[in-house]
């Protein structure tokens, strides 16, 4: 029996279909990437845009297309499949919606399926841990590993759908991460990423996003930590400096969603646009490379020429060289989908074409600070003769070579920027 798992979204939702594909694998599954050789297709969708839900509708139809040549069982699960629901199962084709809370019950409901021909998510009941019920021992070819730490968001700003879709936040018993980092590093994966929906909220009797990284800190191996998405307001700027150890990654993700504070408290969130700027200077404090990618939406309900020109001077204050720009979109139930002065589409492109443009000159003079300087990565993947890597501040490197070993840690010499490729820089 072959199976496919598709995935949109986050790093959570990668990490937990790397979960899922794990037990497949247990129970003598094999995973093919091709959809037209699968006999089982997954998929784990998003909703946290409207352009996401789009992109998950038009997926659930190519499947359709595909279930008129032949026999494929098709389940959906995931965000999408949690708040929007009666929007999937009007297409007769799709065989089981599993929600996010029994999401780790898909290996069970398959086996089932197996041995009594049908799909079924009654046949199988959800546990009190539900939703730490993953811990995956691969990770699809990836020299990466996420490992999930905490779940869901008490946040509720007044523009976002995940605390529907993921419920409060809740955080993994600190020995048990403790446990998984350790077996990951044992599976022999350099680099772990530590992820969840917030995890600057997780909180363990006690312990601390702080706490944690001290603790998987004094691990004895070679590797590096990452961190995934983090809350500025939320964020112990102690951690910083963990990063002088060479263990925890000199890089930042953050969410900053808008650098005007008037737009800011119109989402609901506690930080203004210099907490963000004084969180970056801190940074480059204990490490003058550290690396800034993030999350802006633009076009929020309201916001004037003069909020984008204050996210534009934050962005470049911050000194982003990679972010992931977002023309808002209403999502139902939420407040700012029935704010007044809803921004034109127009404006909203226009705004989001701008911005790229400044954080493409920002990443030019980012990488062009280590013009002939050797820095470290981790080779992931081979490319074209060449291979692609990570440096510790998440500088995408493409190297020009060969004789470097996938999955260990090689310093190399950046010979050119890419202007063509804001992510990338070349290395011999």
Known sequence: MKYSIVTHGCKLNQFESSAISTKLNNLGLNYVDNLEEADIVIFNSCTVTDTADKKGIKFIKKIGKLKNNKEIKFIVTGCFAQTDKERIVQYNFVDCVVDNKMKYKIPEIIQS???RGYLNVESVKPKKRDRFE?????????????????DGCNRMCSFCK?????GGSVSLEFEEVVRRFKKLLELGYKEIVITGVNITSYNWSGHTLRDLLIELNKTKGDFRIRLSSIMPDEFDYR??????????TPHLHISIQSGSDRVIRMMRRNYTSS???RLSETARKYNEDFGFSGDVIV?????TNEDFEKTIDTVSKVGFFRLHIFPFSPRRGTPASVMPDQTDEKVKKEREKILFGVVKELS?????????????ILPEEDYNGGMYGYADNYLRVFYRGKDLTRNEFSFVKITNINEEDVTTAIAD
């Not at 030019?364 to 470290?376: D, H, P, T």
């Open 162 to 166: 995940v605390p529907f879709a993921r």
């Open 239 to 248: 951690i910083l400096e963990l990063v002088k150890d060479g263990k925890l």
């Open 113 to 115: 399926y197996l041995s």
């Open 299 to 303: 076009g929020f309900p309201g916001e």
């Open 364 to 376: 030019k003079q980012f990488k062009s600070r280590f013009l002939g300087r050797e820095i470290r």
């Open 134 to 150: 993953f811990e995956p021992e691969s990770f699809l070819g990836r020299t990466r590993a996420f490992l999930k730490i905490q």
């Open 275 to 277: 907490d963000l700027i």
